[in-house]
């Protein structure tokens, strides 16, 4: 009698703390699947298609640098060939009897191979020979892509079309919507087995060689093939995410896998925070936003992203990940409350102040680069002249207030944080 009631709270135990775990994945599956119906129009899902196989490839580049501690500047020559690989394939004659929904497959064994030749030797060491060796295979298979026409397809790259394949389901994924569901498919899958991988034992160990290899190898635990099995088991998920950039797009170029996209990817992961899994999401979604959403509202985008980029390595090097939890303790205390009014009156008036630095910088660029007699801009679905000197006085005045006001506001909120941090004696 005493055994069964004993057993009974640890069975509820080990149901709630499941249940807590495979919360986070059920409200994204339930998430991706009733997205395409709240945003119907077919340049919202192609958007989304484009955001969830970023997130594939920023959680495939953070299982090196935020697992492993390996800074690679050349990783999207993984997705890249993954990509032209699978892009071969639906070119090929028997294309017709492969269902497409398995594509990612073969893109993924194709990256993964590459990957086991490269990091055969450059996993060797960490820091920043693991680095310029990155740099240097990425450069050299970008200008491999110019002069391997066969594999390539020179500048112009290789197409294909993904209406070929063998109907899966009845589904000839003649539409983005269908093709969505397969991407959010993948990205399901792809997620799961990176989270998993990161609580395997080689996963737990990449990040004691990511802190101290010393102590790593001490253990008996060798540096280098831990090394070797991320990278291995990373490329494998670039794969992923370029055939599923196949399918979406079809069509690559040398750009897929060229130092820019390599770059892209690093600053997607540090601006989504490489020290959390979820992290790279968050940057991939935000970043994807910006570069298709606000791109289409200036050509300065690029210039604005940089400055996110600068300002999370400089005062947030958790990303937004780390921002959000550094409220962890503040709620497990449940004085997460106390923040709520210091925040609306110091970020809100911040926020505005933001909003008139952007407004100044595009009137500058109207003013240097428009059209002669081309004075009228829009601006917040404001239209106004940006000759005149009205206008210029009302932005840097809404900066110099709202920023006024964050200062003044800003003692305020350190003390409602200090207090929503600390413990209650007694």
Not at 158 to 163: A, K, V
Not at 272 to 286: N, S, T, W
Request: charged share 10%; hydrophobic share 55%; with cysteine.
């Amino acid at each position: 009698m005493s055994d069964q009631t004993t057993s009974q709270p640890r069975t509820g135990s080990l149901t709630g703390s499941l249940s807590f775990a495979l919360a986070p994945w059920i409200v994204a599956a339930v998430l991706l699947l009733f997205l395409p119906m709240i945003f119907q129009a077919n340049s919202a899902i192609t958007i989304m298609n484009q955001m969830w196989i970023t997130v594939i490839f920023a959680l495939a580049y953070n299982m090196l640098l935020g697992q492993g501690g390996m800074l690679s500047f050349g990783h999207a020559v993984y997705m890249g060939v993954g990509g032209f690989f699978c892009m071969h394939i639906m070119n090929w004659d028997s294309f017709e009897r492969i269902p497409l929904p398995l594509l990612p497959v073969f893109g993924g064994l194709f990256g993964m191979g590459l990957a086991i030749l490269v990091g055969a030797f450059s996993t060797r060491k960490a820091g920043t020979v693991f680095a310029m060796i990155s740099l240097g295979v990425g450069e050299l298979i970008a200008a491999c892509s110019v002069i391997i026409v066969v594999f390539f397809g020179g500048e112009e790259g290789i197409s294909g079309d993904r209406t070929y394949g063998l109907p899966f389901m009845g589904v000839e994924f003649l539409k983005q919507i269908e093709v969505y569901y397969l991407i959010a498919f993948w990205l399901m899958i792809s997620a799961a087995l990176m989270y998993l991988f990161s609580r395997t034992p080689i996963g737990r160990m990449a990040n004691a060689v990511r802190d101290n290899p010393e102590r790593a190898e001490f253990l008996g635990y060798s540096a280098r093939w831990v090394r070797f099995y991320s990278f291995v088991a990373s490329g494998f998920f670039c794969g992923v995410a370029g055939a599923l950039f196949a399918i979406n797009y079809e069509i690559l170029t040398e750009e897929n896998l060229n130092t820019a996209s390599s770059g892209v990817i690093l600053l997607v992961t540090f601006l989504g925070g490489v020290g959390f899994f979820f992290g790279p999401i968050l940057g991939a979604i935000v970043f994807t936003l910006v570069q298709t959403v606000l791109s289409l509202q200036t050509e300065l985008w690029a210039f604005y992203a940089g400055i996110l980029f600068v300002a999370t390595v400089m005062f947030f090097p958790g990303g937004l990940a780390g921002v959000l939890m550094m409220h962890v303790p503040a709620i497990r205390l449940g004085k997460a409350k106390l923040l709520l009014v210091p925040y609306i009156k110091t970020l809100i008036p911040a926020a505005i102040g933001i909003l008139g630095l952007a407004a100044l910088v595009e009137m500058i660029f109207h003013y240097r680069h428009a059209s002669t007699g081309d004075n009228e801009m829009t601006l917040f679905w404001t239209t106004f002249d940006s000759h005149a000197v009205m206008p210029w006085i009302v932005v840097i005045a809404v900066i110099v207030i709202a920023f006024g006001v964050m200062r003044r506001n800003l003692p305020e909120m350190t003390d409602a944080w200090d207090e929503a941090n600390h413990a209650e004696e007694g």
